[in-house]
């Protein structure tokens, strides 16, 4: 089967950089901040209680399951309220949180891939997270970045996987989705009428994933950013020309 590739959509989370050591950092810097800032907050609410506080704002705001920003701001404002903290230091500590966010490690791929890709074709980042690739250092590599919380929407709904083909100006069928999700990735792309490639990088065990959506199967599957990069390098330069589909 051949199709054509004019453009890529990218998610960011655990295909450009793994986020469990982001994650990891922010409980840690937060925690620290709440001790250094507001005592009784960090006291009240330490790592695991900050953490069931945050599935408490969540599930208490099904509106805002697109705005990671969002739910994060007000688990902080709440955490801050309910141990008798200042709720004006709310700002102070977001901000804490957003430079954390940040500070990622991109997979030892990854850049150099992001480079020959986008090189190649446009490339728009489509995440459900809340990564700012300016303060990251990798928007010059990127045509277009639309985020679930900018956006209203979160992957796998087909509307935000067509508002960056829009953004693009290439028909879904002409732009491939990478991402490491199955449902979110995946499933919702080829669901929005675009070509799917699963990044199935291997795990700490040194094993990769089996593919079990029953629904769809990608049109690509690779273990990096890599070895998609290798394969539209042996595809014929052109943006439009048609480029051949295979699994890894």
Not at 29 to 41: I, K, N
């Amino acid at each position: 089967m051949a199709f054509t590739v004019r453009a890529i959509t990218l998610d960011l989370d655990d295909t450009v950089w793994p986020f469990a050591p982001i994650g990891a950092r922010i409980e840690r810097v937060l925690d620290a901040w709440m001790r250094t800032h507001s005592p009784a907050t960090a006291d009240m609410f330490p790592v695991e209680a900050m953490r069931a506080l945050r599935a408490r704002v969540s599930a208490e705001n099904p509106a805002l399951a697109h705005d990671m920003s969002a739910l994060r701001r007000l688990t902080l404002e709440a955490a801050l309220r309910e141990s008798g903290g200042d709720v004006a230091l709310v700002d102070a500590a977001y901000d804490a949180f957003f430079a954390e966010r940040n500070r990622v490690e991109c997979y030892p791929d990854a850049i150099h891939a992001l480079e020959r890709i986008s090189a190649r074709l446009p490339v728009a980042a489509l995440s459900n997270g809340n990564a700012d690739l300016a303060r990251i250092g990798l928007d010059h590599l990127f045509t277009v970045q639309l985020s679930a919380c900018s956006f209203g929407a979160a992957k796998p709904d087909p509307a935000i996987f067509l508002a960056a083909c829009t953004r693009l100006d290439v028909p879904p069928a002409q732009v491939l989705h990478v991402g490491d999700h199955p449902e979110a990735d995946v499933a919702g792309a080829a669901r929005a009428g675009l070509r799917s490639c699963w990044i199935n990088r291997a795990g700490d065990d040194g094993r990769r994933a089996e593919w079990r959506h029953a629904e769809v199967v990608p049109d690509l599957h690779f273990d990096s950013l890599a070895a998609l990069a290798d394969w539209l390098d042996a595809a014929p330069a052109a943006p439009g020309d048609r480029l051949r589909s295979s699994r890894a």
